[in-house]
């Protein structure tokens, strides 16, 4: 049990964000993959993606020991929807950061020499794990990820209803039970590790999220003491078996490619997680001029949008463009 204590001020101080990161939401599913107690709740997922990354995880799956403490991606890599801005973060990542978030990890023996490269610095070694999120993100969250933003944007919206209608402690009481319980002024957290922590007048983020699993964790920015932690919150239960959200949205047909061209056609079904220009890119193959060419077309026809995500440009499919891609 984590016990959360709460000052008036900190009450002030609590707001509610969209999302921990499309980086931490990838290493989520990582884990997803290995955890047999939640595959009813992401049967569908699980299905769709099982036994497509094969060795790509590796990197990733040796940052995950079978016990102990887990990397915190949200404090490596921000909490930026843009797989590109992620791994520039992970790549800028000041190496205090990269060795407090590593150094207390059980990694098995055959992994600890890597480990103390990436430790230390070493760019190959955080190549090979911005290659593997890369990869994983591409199979296990980039065909579903505008359906789950958009379903994280709405759990989002319902928070700040609640907030408006009786404030920051109506939010405590109804959220995620029976994991999590108010009882003022402390929000006692279902967790392995037992520990009291107190907010001492930084607020509280709440973020929900998407790949989680049943498991409410406290990510804590370990080098700015003096920034409030966030709460991430599982959004799904085994109430949603057959959600809409892992309807996945491909097509292979050649008629798409007739009337867009192939590589117009492959930069549209690209942007169906969101994709920014340097990642279509390297995906696809093209450089980065032509693959600006190409969304600024399908963002004239509408079938797309683009918005900045801090650093980086994301590019989303639309509705219009997900009714193309059924059809193609």
């Not at 599982?234 to 061209?261: F, I, K, N, Q, R």
Request: positive net charge; contains cysteine.
């Amino acid at each position: 049990m984590k016990r959360i204590h709460f000052t008036a001020e900190d009450l002030a101080r609590t707001r509610v964000a969209t999302t921990i990161g499309v980086a931490a939401e990838t290493i989520d599913t990582v884990k997803l993959l290995k955890d047999r107690d939640a595959s009813l709740t992401f049967r569908r997922w699980h299905l769709s993606v099982r036994g497509r990354l094969g060795q790509q995880a590796g990197p990733l799956a040796a940052l995950m020991p079978a016990r102990g403490p887990l990397i915190d991606a949200t404090s490596l890599m921000g909490d930026t929807a843009s797989i590109d801005e992620a791994v520039e973060n992970l790549m800028a990542a000041p190496r205090a950061l990269m060795r407090l978030e590593l150094e207390n990890l059980d990694l098995h023996p055959t992994h600890r020499s890597w480990a103390r490269n990436l430790m230390d610095g070493n760019r190959e070694a955080r190549l090979q794990v911005a290659t593997a999120l890369r990869a994983c993100h591409s199979v296990t969250v980039a065909p579903y990820w505008s359906r789950v933003r958009s379903h994280l944007s709405d759990v989002r919206a319902g928070y700040v209803g609640t907030m408006a209608d009786g404030g920051v402690e109506q939010l405590l009481t109804t959220l995620c039970p029976p994991l999590i319980r108010w009882r003022p002024p402390v929000l006692e957290v279902v967790h392995t590790h037992d520990a009291d922590v107190h907010l001492n007048g930084r607020g509280l983020v709440i973020a929900p999220t998407m790949f989680s699993s049943w498991q409410v964790d406290l990510l804590y920015p370990p080098l700015d003491p003096d920034r409030a932690p966030v709460l991430a919150v599982p959004t799904l239960s085994g109430a949603s078996l057959d959600t809409a959200l892992w309807d996945g949205v491909e097509s292979t047909g050649p008629s798409l490619d007739a009337l867009l061209g192939r590589t117009r056609a492959a930069v549209l079904r690209a942007t169906v997680g969101g994709c920014g220009t340097t990642e279509l890119a390297r995906r696809l193959y093209i450089s980065p001029a032509t693959a600006t060419h190409h969304t600024t077309a399908l963002r004239n026809a509408r079938l797309i949008t683009t918005r900045r995500e801090g650093k980086a440009v994301l590019h989303t499919v639309t509705s219009l463009g997900i009714a193309l891609l059924g059809h193609g």
